[in-house]
C-alpha cells in the first residue's frame, strides 16, 4: 500500500474517533514496568496492549490532529498494523465507542422527592462556631472567603429537636441512621449533645452517632459517656508533637498537642476498660513541604507509642486553601499535560516507597496510607464494567442532595455537608426540604455546566468528584472545580498503575477487595 493510501486509512479511522466528540474521552492508556495498558471509557475494560499499539493510542487519545502521528518513531507499516489491532479490538470488543454524554442522570434526577421524603440517612448538627482552638489552615480563617468565619453561636435545643424530627420523619426507608455532632468543637456544647442523644435514643430503635473532635476536652467522664453511646469518632491529630503544634494551636497560640493527646487515651482506654467496639479513628492534615519526611514521622509516631493501637483507623487530608478560579484545559491537550508535568502525590509516592522498601517497622500496624490507597485500588476494583458501552452517565460522586447527609447549621440552615462553606441551602428546620432549590441549584444547574466538562473527560465514569469546590453563594461556579478535575484524573491515572502493578505481582490480594466497600 503506498504512502497516501496509508495516510486516507488511518486519517478515516481517526475521523471516526472524532464523529462524537475528542478522541480523549474515548479512554486513557497507561504503563508499568512490565506492560502495556488501555482503559476504555465506555466500557470499564482494561486491555493489555502491544508497544506499537499503546503508542498510536496514546498520540490518537492525546493529539488534535492525525499528523501527530508521523512523529511517532514508527514506519507507516507499523502505524497501519496497531490501527489494524484496534480497529480489531472496537469490532470484538465494542471500545472506542462510548456514547456523547449530553446529561447526567441518577436518584437525584430521578427519584429527588422519593429519596428525600423517606431515604434520609444522617443529619449532622453544627452544635457550635465556637472553638478552643484556631489551626492554622482552618476553613474558618479569614482567608477561607466562601466559608463563615469563627463563631460565637450554639446551636439551641430547640433547633437540634426539630432537626431530629426531620430525620425521624423523612427516614423510614434508611437502612442505618445516623447523627453527627459537628463543631467548631462539638465538646463546647456537651449538654446539648446529651439532650440530642436522649431524645434520638426515645425515637429510634436503632441509631448510631458520630462526632470530630479535637479531644482537647475529652475527660474521663466524657470518655465513659460517649463510648457508652456507642460513638464512633474522629479525633484530629496531625501526627507527633512537632507536626501537630506546627498548625493546631490553642486561642492563646500555644500548641494542643499534649492536651489532644490526654483526650485520645482518655477515650482509648475506657474503650478499652468498657469492651466496646466504638470506631475511633485520627484525622491527621499533612502540610508541606517537607511531605514525605512528615510522612516518616507519622508513621514511626505510630508504630512506636505503646498507646496506639496496632489497628486504628487513620485518614489523611492535605490543607485545603479553599477554593479558587482556575482555567480549564481540555483533558489529555497539550495544555494539560504541559501544565501537569512533573506532578506527583507526595502520599501516594511515599506509599509506594515504602512498599518497595518495606520501611514499616511494625508490619501488623501497616502503613498509615492504607486506608487512602484502599479506597483508591477500591475505585478501579469496583469500576463500572460492561460488555457494551453504557449509555448513560451518573452525577460524578455527588450524592443525592440531603440524603446521605444534611448539616444543620447553628441556626438551622441545611446544607450538603460540613465542607462546602457558602453556598445555596437546601432547607431548614421550619420549612423542612426546599425542593424547589435542590432541583434547580444541585440537580439542574449543576448538570448543565458539568456536561460542558465532563463530555471530554476520559475518566467520567470513575469520578469522585463532589459538589465541594465547585460552588458560590450565587450557585456553580465551575472554575472553582478545574484544578481539582486535574489532580483526579492523575490521582485515578496513579490508581490504575497501582492496581495493575498489583495484577501482575500478586493478582490474589485483589481478591481481598471483594470483601471491603466504600466508607
Known amino acids: 500500500m503506498n504512502m497516501v493510501a496509508v495516510n486516507n486509512s488511518i486519517k478515516d479511522f481517526y475521523h471516526e474517533l472524532c464523529s462524537s466528540g475528542r478522541p480523549g474521552r474515548l479512554g486513557k492508556v497507561f504503563k508499568t514496568e512490565s506492560n502495556y495498558y488501555f482503559l476504555d471509557s465506555g466500557t470499564g475494560k482494561v486491555a493489555c496492549l502491544k508497544e506499537n499499539v499503546y503508542k498510536v493510542l496514546n498520540c490518537l487519545m492525546q493529539s488534535d490532529s492525525c499528523e501527530d502521528l508521523k512523529d511517532l518513531d514508527l514506519n507507516n507499516e507499523e502505524i497501519e498494523n496497531a490501527i489494524n489491532e484496534i480497529k480489531e479490538a472496537v469490532m470484538a470488543e465494542h471500545i472506542l465507542s462510548a456514547p456523547v454524554l449530553k446529561t447526567l442522570t441518577g436518584s437525584a434526577v430521578t427519584h429527588l422527592r422519593e429519596t428525600l421524603e423517606s431515604g434520609v440517612e444522617n443529619v449532622t448538627l453544627e452544635v457550635t462556631e465556637k472553638c478552643n482552638l484556631r489551626c492554622k489552615y482552618c476553613i474558618y480563617n479569614p482567608s477561607h472567603k466562601e466559608y463563615r468565619e469563627f463563631g460565637h453561636r450554639d446551636m439551641s435545643w430547640e433547633t437540634a429537636k426539630k432537626a431530629i424530627d426531620l430525620l425521624i420523619s423523612h427516614s423510614k426507608d434508611a437502612e442505618q441512621v445516623h447523627i453527627g455532632f459537628y463543631g467548631g468543637e462539638p465538646l463546647l456544647n456537651f449538654t446539648l449533645i446529651k439532650q440530642a442523644v436522649g431524645y434520638a435514643k426515645s425515637n429510634f430503635k436503632e441509631i448510631t452517632f458520630a462526632m470530630t473532635t479535637n479531644a482537647a476536652l475529652v475527660t474521663d467522664e466524657i470518655a465513659e459517656y460517649l463510648l457508652q453511646n456507642d460513638f464512633d469518632i474522629i479525633v484530629s491529630l496531625d501526627g507527633p508533637e512537632d507536626i501537630h503544634d506546627a498548625n493546631r494551636i490553642t486561642v492563646e497560640g500555644t500548641g494542643s498537642f499534649n492536651k489532644t493527646v490526654t483526650g485520645a487515651k482518655n477515650l482509648l482506654n475506657t ?95 501497616g502503613l498509615f496510607s492504607d486506608g487512602v490507597m484502599d479506597k483508591g485500588m477500591l475505585i478501579i476494583h469496583k469500576r463500572l464494567l460492561s460488555e457494551y458501552p453504557v449509555k448513560a452517565y451518573g452525577m460524578n460522586g455527588c450524592c443525592v442532595p440531603g440524603q446521605r447527609r444534611i448539616y444543620v447549621t447553628v441556626d438551622g440552615k441545611f446544607l450538603l455537608c460540613e465542607k462546602v462553606g457558602n453556598i445555596p441551602d437546601i432547607g431548614n428546620v421550619d420549612t423542612g426540604f426546599d425542593f424547589e432549590s435542590i432541583q434547580k441549584f444541585y440537580v439542574d444547574d449543576f448538570i448543565d455546566n458539568a456536561k460542558e466538562f465532563c463530555k471530554d473527560c476520559w475518566a467520567v465514569n470513575l469520578c469522585t468528584m463532589c459538589y465541594v469546590n465547585c460552588y458560590d453563594k450565587k450557585g456553580p461556579h465551575f472554575s472553582f472545580r478545574h484544578n481539582s478535575c486535574r489532580n483526579e484524573r492523575l490521582y485515578l491515572e496513579n490508581n490504575l498503575i497501582r492496581y495493575h502493578i498489583a495484577l501482575e505481582e500478586n493478582p490474589e490480594e485483589l481478591m481481598e477487595y471483594n470483601k471491603k466497600d466504600f466508607h
Open 271 to 365: 474503650q478499652s476498660r468498657l469492651g466496646k467496639h466504638s470506631k475511633i479513628s485520627f484525622n491527621m492534615v499533612v502540610s508541606g513541604p517537607n511531605y514525605e519526611e512528615n510522612y516518616n514521622k507519622i508513621q514511626q509516631f505510630l508504630e512506636h507509642e505503646d498507646w496506639i493501637p496496632e489497628d486504628i483507623m487513620v485518614l489523611t487530608a492535605s490543607v485545603d486553601h479553599g477554593p479558587k478560579d482556575s482555567a480549564y484545559f481540555i483533558p489529555q491537550g497539550t495544555q494539560e499535560r504541559e501544565f501537569t508535568e512533573g506532578s506527583y502525590d507526595p502520599l501516594n509516592e511515599w506509599d509506594w516507597n515504602c512498599r518497595r522498601n518495606k520501611k514499616n517497622d511494625n508490619e501488623k500496624m
